[in-house]
């Protein structure tokens, strides 16, 4: 054994003992009866002794794309849908970009798309699908992506995701991302605020990097001259992001 794979093993380990403790993954009451149907599924398919979560996250699981699709609908807790997600892309699923953006959707309408000051921001959920997301080759279902970065915080969820929709240069999108760059046009109604005022303006200062960083896409004079007065911003990293912009599309035009 490799000390990678040794060093991964005792990490599981530990992943795992949080777990039977109650800490770290947890899987809630109203899900265990579904989640150990489908653990149950899972073991017999493949041969394996999977039991926790910690397992399903930390592993690549050849056979499971199938079993996880077929429970997971009935699965309540966002968190635990979440952790179910990289095996479902990396085994395989049918029509996979549109079954991950109709869970997406599903995490958006949830209680847990937003937590309150003081207790932790669901990132573990949203990196889970921006991850995936991104990886989308498919310009299919763009008009569901398009229409999903309309609002600024699932921009500021999906970064990737929003850069791969970019990267498809509808002028749409161009539109969208300009906008975000305008003062006062992420307020705390769309962004759907429920977090501290700290949280909200760091958030809103990733979109505006992340807006300017994709207007590369569109290298067009009007762009450029949407870009350049952030050059001189006084936050370095939005006059860094601008600076990077502004030269990409200059070696373009």
């Not at 669901?122 to 990886?135: E, F, G, S, W």
């Not at 539109?175 to 046009?185: A, F, H, T």
């Amino acid at each position: 054994m490799t000390n990678d794979k040794m060093m991964n093993n005792m990490v599981v380990a530990e992943l795992i003992k949080n777990e039977k403790a109650g800490k770290g993954y947890a899987v809630p009451g109203e899900d265990r009866a579904v989640f150990d149907a489908m653990l149950d599924e899972l073991n017999k398919a493949t041969g394996l002794n999977i039991k926790y979560l910690a397992q399903i996250d930390s592993y690549t699981i050849p056979g499971s794309g199938e079993v996880f699709d077929k429970y997971i609908d009935r699965i309540k807790s966002e968190s635990v849908r979440a952790f179910l997600l990289p095996n479902m892309c990396i085994d395989g699923i049918s029509d996979k970009d549109n079954r991950i953006l109709d869970l997406y959707l599903h995490f958006k309408n949830s209680d847990e798309y937003t937590s309150l000051p003081g207790i932790p921001n669901p990132a573990h959920i949203y990196v889970r699908y921006d991850n995936m997301l991104c990886k989308s080759k498919s310009k299919k279902f763009a008009k569901k992506m398009i229409e999903l970065i309309k609002s600024p915080r699932d921009v500021f969820y999906l970064p990737f995701t929003t850069r791969k929709i970019a990267s498809w240069k509808f002028p749409e999108v161009k539109d969208i991302l300009i906008s975000y760059l305008k003062e006062d046009s992420i307020t705390e109604e769309n962004f759907k605020l429920t977090e501290s005022a700290e949280f909200f303006e760091w958030a809103k200062k990733q979109i505006t990097i992340g807006a300017i960083l994709d207007l590369k896409y569109y290298s067009e004079t009007d762009v450029l001259s949407v870009i350049e007065p952030f050059v001189n911003s006084g936050d370095k990293g939005i006059s860094l992001a601008a600076k990077k912009s502004r030269d990409y599309i200059l070696k373009k035009i």
